[in-house]
């Protein structure tokens, strides 16, 4: 009899304790699989240490192979659940697509963040959930530091060293307190020409900083924040984004050149898909985080709407905490499922909060006992400590560090802005060209462009830190493996052919009409075109000149082996990859029918003939992707290519 098969998705909080505690209860007795976009678990309450410099990237990430030898890793991110068939789809990183069968299924997808309807906002905002965010906050603020102590204009500095935080959360209020010591740090260090120094303001609707916690704790963080240089402003909000500043709800216009959008998030979209009861975007599920109906399924995290038995008729909130205790009930009750162990409700009472606001100042209620002061930065990476899966060492490591020596105050570039959308269905995951965009989701155009404001499908329009498009003009419509755009380098393919017929506006100018193999264009740059011979004489007029008769790559000498073939015989152009057909073109000594244009060395690579078709999978140029000759599919090297 066969092992019952067990789907995961997602490994946040969640699906990673819920990955954990099934492998340790089954032991062998099933197959458990664990899909998500990256290998790593990731400790999101530590995040803002890593954009303030505290951390290394990999300190508060933890090994999902590593730490779960009896789960089955799969990369990829969900696009649609069949839950008749008993079926999972998904879009591997390199754009494979797969299907999972289980038995039981585990939604654990986490969250996105949330959007509100805020002009500019989606084209000039990052987010704060993903590891490449809180690398790109790192770079982008240390940029306009150095950038602000470069200039001599004061209304320049005033502007880059202005940095907007929305939302007065946990998150939030953490990033703009370790923000602040970090570019203090830095203009100590640096001080700027204008003598001024970095402003960091703290907005949101709310009437007070951390309104979810106790209010003692809301005026210990309000006090260290203002200590601090912070601006806090509640009652306040954004009420337009612009490249040059913001416009908040009282009127009032600030010039900044950093907007972080901490205002909150919401459950994953996948969850939307399957057509279940809902309660504000979350699935509804009983007491053991099963799905009413639907025996196979269960629900935990940020993607539950699970009821809160201490507080009847509320349900419990989209905390860490409560998702990693999810996760330890959920398995036991999947395991239950299974006839290993009993089923058990979820019932959890908080045990307090801890918010760490930098160096050893932090505000916590462990167990409601209201602390401030070190005593509280203490408790508070005790705890963190203690919840981490791993790395403990090295985190504790890097704390003493961070004590006794200054920081390293670099951008290494490494995440540009248009990889970090604010609107992204996978936060943790950094966009690159071509990288294929979750199937069913509703493709936008980039920012800027006219339509939904910041989404789109990754492989759309790069843009950099100043919002303008890069070089390498605009990608193909579609996937990296689509038709590729019309504005770019090389013109709009062929309607028909796979690979495209040469675009009328391209390098090499306008395809012969009559011919099959496509006469060279009379507009080609510099080049006079062959009448009737495919591969095309050089132009005598191109900058080299015309080559020598018998140097590589010239004219092929009138008597020798493979000379000029006979001027009225067709040519028919070779699918990329299907044999040559038998003929004088398989004759020793026949020339190659791809030449190079006159005067080009090996060197310098110059585009292969627009006959053959090209790479299906090439994805659009972008502004780190130096446009370069492609590789041809068919086996055979083309001339030129070392």
């Not at 167990?367 to 919840?387: C, K, N």
């Amino acid at each position: 009899m066969s092992r019952p098969r067990i789907v995961i998705v997602g490994a946040g909080f969640a699906g990673y304790r819920t990955a954990r505690t099934l492998s340790r209860l089954t032991r062998h007795q099933a197959d458990i699989t664990l899909l998500n976009p990256t290998d790593y678990f990731l400790y999101l309450p530590l995040l803002p240490q890593v954009a303030a410099g505290i951390l290394e990237p990999r300190r508060v990430t933890v090994s999902l192979s590593g730490s779960l030898p009896r789960v089955r890793l799969v990369l990829g991110e969900a696009d649609g659940i069949d839950l008749d068939a008993h079926t999972v789809r998904y879009t591997g990183p390199e754009g494979g697509e797969g299907t999972l069968p289980f038995d039981r299924l585990v939604l654990a997808a986490g969250s996105v963040n949330k959007l509100l309807p805020i002009p500019g906002v989606a084209e000039h905002a990052h987010g704060f959930r993903g590891l490449p965010e809180a690398l790109y906050l790192r770079d982008h603020v240390t940029r306009q530091v150095e950038l602000a102590a470069a200039t001599r204009d004061r209304e320049e500095c005033a502007a880059r060293c202005t940095f907007v935080v929305v939302g007065a959360g946990y998150t939030g209020t953490e990033v703009a307190a370790h923000g602040a010591m970090y570019t203090d740090a830095q203009v100590r260090r640096h001080p700027m020409r204008t003598g001024m120094r970095p402003r960091w303001m703290l907005l949101d609707v709310a009437p007070r900083v951390l309104p979810e916690m106790d209010e003692r704790l809301s005026r210990t963080a309000d006090r260290v924040l203002r200590q601090r240089g912070v601006d806090v402003r509640m009652g306040t909000s954004v009420k337009e984004a612009t490249h040059d500043g913001v416009v908040l709800t009282d009127g009032t216009t600030v010039d900044t050149r950093t907007l972080v959008w901490c205002v909150g998030v919401r459950p994953d979209p996948l969850v939307e898909s399957l057509g279940l009861p809902m309660e504000s975007g979350r699935l509804l599920v009983d007491p053991h985080l099963q799905v009413p109906g639907r025996p196979e399924l269960f629900a935990c995290g940020d993607v539950a709407a699970v009821p809160d038995l201490t507080r009847p008729g509320q349900f419990t909130p989209m905390t860490a905490q409560h998702a990693w205790r999810h996760g330890k009930v959920c398995a036991q009750n999947v395991a239950a499922s299974l006839g290993i162990g009993e089923r058990r409700p979820y019932r959890h009472r908080d045990l307090g909060f801890v918010v760490d606001l930098g160096g050893a100042k932090a505000a916590a209620n462990p167990l409601g006992l209201p602390m401030s002061g070190p005593a509280a930065g203490a408790v508070t990476r005790g705890y963190h400590l203690a919840a981490m899966p791993g790395n403990r060492v090295r985190v504790a490591a890097d704390w003493v560090l961070d004590a006794v020596l200054p920081r390293q105050a670099v951008q290494l570039g490494l995440v540009r802005s248009w990889s970090v959308p604010l609107e992204s269905a996978s936060p943790e995951v950094a966009r690159v060209p071509g990288r294929p965009e979750r199937r069913g989701e509703d493709e936008a155009p980039a920012a800027g462009s006219g339509g939904a404001p910041g989404g789109g499908a990754r492989g759309k329009v790069p843009e950099g830190p100043d919002g303008k498009q890069q070089p390498g003009g605009k990608p193909a419509r579609q996937q990296s493996d689509g038709e590729p755009g019309k504005d770019q380098p090389g013109g709009e393919p062929g309607k028909k052919q796979p690979g495209g017929e040469p675009g009328k506006k391209q390098a090499g100018g306008e395809p012969g009409k009559k011919q099959a193999g496509g006469e060279t264009g009379k507009k080609r740059q510099g080049a006079e075109p062959a009448k009737n011979q495919p591969g095309a004489e050089p132009a005598k007029n191109q900058p080299g000149g015309e080559p020598a008769r018998n140097q590589p790559g010239a004219e092929p000498a009138r008597n020798q082996p493979g000379a000029e073939p006979a001027k009225n015989q067709p040519r028919t152009p070779r699918a990329a990859g299907k044999p040559r057909p038998p003929g004088k073109a398989d004759r020793p000594g026949q020339a190659r029918k791809t030449t190079r244009a006159a005067g080009a060395s090996r060197s310098a690579r110059p585009p292969a003939d627009p006959g053959p078709e090209p790479p299906e999978n090439q994805p659009a140029p972008g502004p780190d992707i130096a446009p370069g000759p492609v590789k041809r599919t068919d086996g055979r090297t083309a001339e030129g290519d070392s």
